[in-house]
Each structure stands twice: as C-alpha cells, then as structure tokens.
C-alpha cells in the first residue's frame, strides 16, 4: 500500500477528500472515521427530508446514480475504508496516531497516518436555559434527529411546534412543519428580524410578511428564557413576554465549528474555536489538514477569518486538501459567504456584506434597491426580483448583493454572478458591464444585475438623491408628526387611489409621470416631496427633471411599491 491517509469526519468534506485522494493516488491508504453511523449526507437537506419534499431520508444518502453512501459503498466503489459509529479520542502528533474507540465495543484503538485530515464539523448551539434536555426538544445536528422529528410528526404527536432562532435552519424547519404538515408553528428570534447580521431589515421584513402570510406566528426581539417541561416531556417555550404551548421544539440558535480535537492536540484554533488553516487548507501542523464546518477561511471581501457552513462550501475545502494531500498544489482563497434560502413562495439571498455589515466593518457605504422583472416584462409568468447592491463610496468597490424573488432562478443566478465578480474585487463599473445570457424567457435586456449597479453609480456620482426605507416607514407610522413632507405619487391614478383616499392630498399627492414635464409649477414647494413609483426608475426620472426647473426639494423612494408591498406594514391601504 501506499500513503495513509486518515481522515476524522464522514459528512461533507472528509468524503471528498477521501475519494479526491484515491482518485489523484490509487495505492493510497485512506481511512474515514466518524462516530455517527450515517455518514456522507446531505445535511442542508434535513428541512426538505422533514418537510416531505425528499421522501426518504436514504436519498440524502445516495448518489445520483441510486448507490447509498455506507460503508460498502466506500469500501467497494471508492476503495476507502469507512470506520462508522468511531469516535476520535486524541491525536499523538509525535507518533502520528490517533486514538479511537468503537462505541459498540468500547474497545480503543491506535490508528497511524501519514497526513491526516480533520474534518470535524459543528455543533449546534443549546441555549443554556431548563429544559432543554426533554426528549422532545431537538437541534437540528444529524440525521437521526432529523428523522426523529419527522417520525414524530407523521405519527400525529405534533399539534403545535416552536422553532427557536431565525436564521436559515430555523426558517426552514418553520416552513416544513407548517407547509405540508399542518403544525401550527411558532418562531422566535431574539434579534429584531430574522436572518440577522445575513439581509439589511427590507428583505428580512419582506421574509417576516411571508412567513406570517404563510400562518406562522413569529416572535422578534423575544428570547427563550425556558423550555417548559411537565412529566418530562416539553409542553411549551417561556420567552420574557409570553408562554408558547408546544408538542415539539426545535432550537436553531446557530452553530460552534468542533475544534476541540485539534486544540487539545496543540493546533492553532480560533477564538471562536475554529481550526486555523492556510490557503492549502493545512493547519499549523503541515502533515495535518483540516476543511469543512470546523475551519475558518478568509472573507475576500473584509478580509477577515469567517466560518461558512455550507455542504458546498466543504466539498470545495475537501478537494483542495486531497490534492495538497496527494503533493499536487492547490489553493482555496477563500469566500464571499453566498447564501440563499427559500420559504414557502419567496426566496431570500445574500452574498458579500450587507450594507449594516460594511458600516460595521468600516467602509463609507452605500446602496442601491432595485425591483425590476426577472424576465422580459412581456413574457408570461414574469415575476419581480427585488435587489440591493451594496458598494464602496470611495473606492466604487461592489461589497455586497442581496435579494429576494419567486423560488425559481430569478433570485440564484444573479447571486451567483455577484459572488464571482466580487470575488475578484469587481467595482460598480463592472458590474455595470456584467454580461449575463439574454434571452426573454430568462432575463430582460437589461438584466437586474446590471441594473442595480447602473442605479448605484447614479448614487455614487450623486446624480440621485434617496430616502431611507426606514426613516419614511417611521414617517409613514405617523405622517402627522412631520407635515413638511409629502409623497408625489407619479404612477397611474388609479394605483394612487387607495393611497390618496387613505391619507388625502396633503400627504398623498398625485401627478402622473407622463404630465411632469407641463405641470410640475403645480408641485409644492415648501415641502420635501418622496417620489414614489412601482420601482423607482420613473422616480429618478422625475427627479432630474425637476432639478432641471430648480424643484430640487426631492428625495427618490428606492425600490418603489414592489419593494414596499413585499415588506407591508400597518399604514399600507388593505385595497
């Protein structure tokens, strides 16, 4: 035989590797140890196994050609060995062992390499409050949960649900309780809006009306402070305003990369207790690789070490470790935290920084909102994707992309553009110029990437002046406190109508787009006037012809009413 190579870790990236190796090196050793019983799954795909859109959990399993990925699948097919239900006690790195147990016998082992791989994972987070200990509180962690809660569930045992933390997990296992199975479901998110530190507020409240919409009751800025146990079964969530009945609770508070193996063995580890690695995916000990949920890798876009947890994120990290590990150089710079989730009819994505991330990490930012179709506006089925293009004032840096559309491509492709340009450092200009395939079943002429940067470079060069999404919904929760504003609503009368008989013309006014130009001595002048369309291009097109006549008391609304509409609020007309 030749190289032995031992891998810890048998979910996303360890299976990579391990096949990756075999492939670059057919005489290598390679081993994977795992202390589950299943391994190489599709973990992302938990919600969709428990929400029934993946019938079986073995198809989380299995390859696309129907072979489950068990033990013989790697012995026979891949010609790795596969050591299941094997916990990793210790590494000697002097000896180059690893002490192992089997946890059926309990008998341990010493198992020798030549380069070894961590691929360890993460573990959920537990809240340290009672009652979390009841064996109907679950995290969402591995399979067997997942199929647990599932069992539950088909077993009718579940009435009412509480999913703890607002995050991607905790929204989408909100959505499988409620969608298919009828649950009634609670969610609780201790932070002001859900996917925080992940969307800016306009596309995490545009998520928040789509999950009430879809009749899940949702809790923001409520911690639980106790899981409420009776005859040790949980019966229901305490939070610091209200008591939730519950049948089952999941709590998805996040989740800690699992370190410890790699720091109790003298390896350089995080704050956070992430392994530290190199581009070469190699930790400070170089016969000693690490990828997947365990490691830390650099943000392109901040700079600064992150933890990405995402199945495609570790098969990409795996495979670079194989070939470092197979003597073929390779290098993984890093990532821009691309992400997307879906919820019932709406999807939500990011990539990069949001514009609160790059205040917090010190650039002079800005950004654009845009909602144009995500097809030709005269194809059938076209739909709004609504994006915010988040940018470097001083530099013209693109720093971030985020959006939300219909669960479809509308939303990925443009996500996934994003994340390559930006990758590369791409500025405004760039994305101005972004060629994306064109075709009216897929994309207007102009695509929305390209519309947002165009949008952003008006902003930047100060040819268009915007308001605040929040400071005018503060203003529209009560328009009387300030009455030297005034909306100028340029679209048709009849979609200005349920407007201006809600809030009359002192704060509603209407002069249509196409009779700006003969009637704009009518507009008052001793107010701030908001010019509102449907998307906020006629806005822009409005302001700078009243510049032009020396109106330049405007500000654009950003965005527009499809933005609006999908963020609703209590001062929207209900006609």
């Not at 079943?441 to 060069?461: E, G, K, T, V």
Request: proline residues 4%; contains cysteine.
């Amino acid at each position: 035989m030749g190289k032995k190579i031992l891998i810890i870790g048998g979910v996303a990236a360890g299976p990579k590797a391990a096949c990756r190796v075999k492939r670059l090196m057919a005489d290598a050793e390679v081993t994977i140890v795992d202390q589950d019983s299943l391994i190489s799954y599709g973990g992302c795909g938990i919600p969709y196994y428990v929400s029934g859109d993946v019938a079986d959990e073995k198809e989380l399993r299995s390859t696309s050609f129907h072979m489950v990925r068990d033990e013989y699948f790697f012995e026979k097919a891949k010609g790795v060995t596969a050591l299941t239900s094997t916990r990793a006690l210790a590494i000697n790195r002097r000896e180059k062992t690893v002490l192992v147990e089997d946890l059926t016998t309990r008998k341990q082992s010493d198992l020798t390499y030549d380069t070894l791989m961590l691929a360890t994972g993460s573990t959920p987070i537990v809240l340290p409050i009672p009652g979390t200990d009841a064996p109907n509180v679950f995290t969402v962690s591995d399979l067997h949960k997942a199929i647990a809660i599932k069992d539950m569930i088909a077993k009718g045992k579940v009435g009412k649900a509480v999913v703890v933390g607002g995050g991607a997990i905790g929204i989408e296992m909100a959505e499988a309780f409620t969608d298919l199975w009828g649950v009634e479901t609670s969610l609780i998110e201790y932070m002001d809006q859900v996917l925080p530190h992940i969307v800016d507020k306009p596309f995490a409240q545009i998520m928040e009306k789509n999950l009430r919409d879809s009749n899940v009751n949702l809790y923001l800025g409520e911690s639980a402070t106790e899981i409420i146990v009776k005859d040790g079964v949980a019966v229901g969530v305490k939070t610091g305003k209200r008591e939730l009945e519950a049948d089952l609770v999941v709590i998805a508070a996040g989740i800690r990369p699992r370190g410890e193996l790699a720091r109790e063995a003298g390896l350089q580890t995080s704050e956070r207790g992430a392994i530290s690695v190199n581009e070469r995916m190699q930790t400070s000990d170089p016969d000693i690789y690490a990828a997947g949920d365990c490691v830390e890798i650099t943000h392109l876009v901040s700079g600064k070490k992150f933890v990405a947890p995402f199945g495609s994120m570790a098969n990409k990290e795996g495979r670079v470790a194989a070939d470092n590990m197979a003597g073929i150089p390779s290098i993984f710079k890093g990532g821009v935290g691309s992400f997307i989730v879906k919820a019932f009819e709406v999807a939500v994505g990011s990539v990069g920084l949001s514009y609160e991330m790059a205040l917090a990490e010190g650039f002079d930012a800005g950004y654009s909102l845009s909602s144009p179709s995500d097809r030709a506006h005269f194809y059938p089925g076209h739909d709004v994707v609504c994006l915010e293009l988040v940018f470097d004032k001083k530099t013209r840096r693109v720093l971030g992309l985020q959006g939300t559309g219909p669960v479809n491509d509308s939303l990925s492709v443009r996500l996934d553009a994003a994340a390559v340009a930006i990758s590369a450092g791409a500025t405004l200009d760039d994305f101005g110029t972004i060629e994306m395939a064109y075709s009216p079943p897929f994309s207007p002429a102009i695509d929305p990437i390209n519309a947002a940067a165009y949008i952003a470079d008006n902003l930047c060069d100060n040819r268009m002046r915007q308001i605040d999404m929040d400071t005018f919904y503060d203003w529209m929760e009560a328009p009387e406190k300030n009455q030297d504003w005034i909306v100028l609503d340029v679209r048709h009368k009849n979609e200005v109508a349920p407007f201006a008989e809600k809030y009359g013309s002192k704060v509603w006014a209407s002069l249509p787009y196409d009779e700006v130009r003969t009637r704009y001595d009518e507009l008052p002048k001793d107010k701030k006037m908001i010019i509102f369309c449907n998307a906020g291009s006629r806005s822009f097109e409005v302001q700078v012809v009243l510049d032009s006549v020396g109106i330049t008391n405007t500000l654009v609304l950003p965005g527009g009413y499809n933005i609006i509409r999908r963020m609703g609020g209590d001062w929207l007309p209900t006609s």
